[in-house]
């Protein structure tokens, strides 16, 4: 009897442990199966965050771009010239020393393509070191940089043409005051703003909190020179943010 429990209870727990392997099997599975869900919740929650911060600093990589962008633009145009006029020598005389006693010049104002936009004007101005005067009135970066349309560059008034052997009242006048200047004229009427700089120049050079109403950096006069050569031609320029420039044309211009 003993030997037949004995078989009996052995075969009992045989028939428990393959019951219940079952059963820690499947609980294993469970287990292991949750363990991969949380991790994949992990992932998928990393995944989201790597996913957001790439999203994040793409984001900053084109916003820097384009602060990129518009520091680039804003420095082109503060450094584009416009060419206003052209000076050319038709000739000079000189005396039997060599010495320049007269020179005969044309000046011609340029729309912004480089056309001339008016009858070219002659003089003959004793010597040969020849001095522009102008107007000229500078508008705060921030303009120049946002391209605003009525104060986007310095703007210049010609106001005379002489030689260094005479005074400036004995030159000759280029624009008149009170007009608006051929440069800026493209068959259009003077504008109000225009109309108000031009008026009240001295004003705006005298008081400075009066030109800031109007965004103005300088009002004064600037005047720019060259000793001329025969058949020579000369470029005059305004930078947008600053003042007049005076240079020899070559073939390639």
Known sequence: MAAILAIIG????????????????LRDQQLQLEEAANKLVSLEGELQLKTTEVNNLTAEVAAKQLEIEKLDLALRLLKTDQRLAQLNVLSINRDETGRAVSSQLEFMELSPNGEPISEPKQFE?????????????????????????????????????????????????????????????????????????????????????????????????????????????????????????????????
């Open 125 to 253: 101005l004793p010597g040969d070191l020849v001095y522009i005067d102008n107007w000229i009135v500078k508008f705060d970066d921030s303009y120049v940089e946002k391209g605003d349309i009525e104060r986007g560059t310095s703007l210049c008034l010609f106001r005379r043409i002489f030689s260094e052997e005479q005074t400036p009242n004995d030159g000759f006048s280029l624009d008149e005051v009170g007009l608006r200047p051929q440069a800026y004229a493209q068959g259009g009427a003077m504008g109000e703003l225009e109309s108000q700089l031009w008026a009240e120049f001295w004003e705006f050079a005298n008081n400075p909190q009066h030109a800031s109403t109007l965004g103005i950096r300088a009002a004064h006069g600037e005047a720019v020179s060259i000793k001329v050569r025969e058949g020579k031609s000369y470029a005059i320029s305004l930078r947008a943010s600053d003042g007049l420039s005076i240079r020899t044309l070559t073939n390639e211009n």
């Open 10 to 25: 052995g075969g009992s727990w045989f028939g428990y442990q393959e019951y219940t392997k079952r059963d820690r099997l």
